[in-house]
């Protein structure tokens, strides 16, 4: 039986799918990675990626990164279209990390707080 397939974005060289990978193997996702900046780009991350369509998966896991997302470079901007497109098709995103903030700017257009919820259970919105 083939499993889901699960595109797991990984920003830098450093990042690793980890126990969210592991977790998500042991329910059945084949997890392909896609590695944004090489290691000899690393100080300088300004790269240009070509996202898959993100209909050909099952679920996307966006995993963090050292730059900043307000730095809006042609890779996140890739990303955050990516992200939309998802959205758009009802396709899962896992987002820990710097990916919490990357589908925050992709569902409001631009840098966003991250939505959290307070002791209460409510919603709020903290940061930008």
Known sequence: MT????????????????HVG????????????????PAERYTNPDVDVVFP????YGLILTLGAPWSVARRNAWIEAELALLRSAHRA???????????AVPSGADAG???GLVRRGRDGR???SGG
């Not at 974005?9 to 450093?14: K, Q, R, S, T």
């Open 110 to 112: 631009g840098p966003a």
């Open 90 to 100: 009802g396709v899962p995103v896992v987002r820990p990390l710097l990916g919490r």
């Open 53 to 56: 369509a993100p209909e050909d």
């Open 3 to 18: 499993g889901i397939r699960a595109l797991a974005i990984v920003h830098d060289h450093l990042s690793i799918a980890g």
């Open 123 to 125: 919603r709020g919105r």
């Open 22 to 37: 592991e977790r998500l193997a042991e329910r059945g996702y084949e997890l392909e990675e896609l590695l944004v900046v």
